[in-house]
C-alpha cells in the first residue's frame, strides 16, 4: 500500500508538470486534457482520475503559486534573535519557491491565466488560503509586544513589505529569470535595513 501511495503521488505530480508545460506553451484556452495526459506519458483515464477538468488542474497550478507556504509557516518571531536575521530569513523562505526554476513556469502561468482570463483567475484565487501573507502581521505584533518594532498599521505595512518582494524579485525573475544569488542577498539586505530603519525601537 505505502508504495502505491507512492507512485500515485509521483503520477499526480508529473500530470501537474505536464499541464504547466502544455500551458505555457500553448496557453490555457487551447491546451487540452489529451496534450496534457500525452505530455505526461498517461493515458486520458489516469489525468481524469486526479484531476476531473483542465480548469481543477489550473486551479492547483494557481494555488501552488500563491498560496505556498510549506516553508515560511516555520517562521517564527524570536525574541533573543536579531531583527534583522528574522527578516532576511522571512524573505528567503518568501522567494524560495518562486526563484526555483521549475516554479518560475507555474509563475508564467498565473500571469498568463490573470491576463487572458480575468474572471477565472480571480475566482479561483479568492478560494486560495492567504495565510502566508499574515505572517508578518503576526511577526511584527509579536515584536511590539517586546517593545522591538512600532508600526501604526499593519496591514498597510505587510501589504507594502510583500509588494516589495514581488517588485523585486518575483516579477524580474518570472520574466527574464536573471536574478543572481549575490543579488537577492543583496536586495534582502536593503529590503531588511529600510524596514527596521522605519520601524524598529531604537
Known amino acids: 500500500m505505502p508504495r502505491k501511495e507512492r507512485d500515485t503521488s509521483k503520477k499526480r505530480k508529473e500530470l501537474i508538470d505536464a499541464a504547466v508545460a502544455i500551458f505555457e506553451e500553448v496557453g490555457f484556452e487551447a ?12 493515458v486520458k483515464k489516469t ?19 500563491i498560496s505556498n507556504k510549506a516553508d515560511i509557516t516555520k517562521l517564527c518571531y524570536s525574541p ?34 490573470h ?14 488560503d492567504m495565510h502566508n501573507e499574515n505572517i508578518l502581521i503576526d511577526w511584527i505584533t509579536k515584536a511590539e509586544k517586546d517593545k522591538r518594532i512600532m508600526v501604526a498599521d499593519k496591514e ?35 529590503i531588511a535595513d529600510m524596514f527596521l530603519c522605519r520601524y524598529e525601537v531604537k
Open 80 to 113: 533573543d534573535s536579531p531583527l534583522k536575521d528574522q527578516l532576511i530569513e522571512l524573505i528567503k523562505l518568501r522567494i524560495k519557491n518562486f526563484i526555483d526554476p521549475e516554479a518560475v513556469k507555474s509563475m508564467r502561468v498565473l500571469f498568463n491565466t
Open 47 to 65: 489525468l481524469y482520475n486526479h484531476f476531473e477538468t483542465k480548469e481543477k488542474l489550473l486551479e492547483v497550478i494557481i494555488g501552488k503559486c
Open 31 to 42: 491546451a487540452t486534457m489529451e496534450q496534457i495526459a500525452f505530455r505526461a506519458g498517461a
Open 156 to 190: 498597510m505595512v505587510s501589504y507594502i513589505f510583500w509588494s516589495m518582494i514581488y517588485g523585486a524579485f518575483i516579477w524580474p525573475h518570472t520574466m527574464n529569470n536573471t536574478l543572481q544569488p549575490e543579488e537577492i542577498n543583496k536586495i534582502t539586505n536593503e
Open 115 to 128: 491576463t487572458r482570463h480575468k474572471e477565472l483567475f480571480n475566482r479561483m484565487y479568492s478560494g486560495i
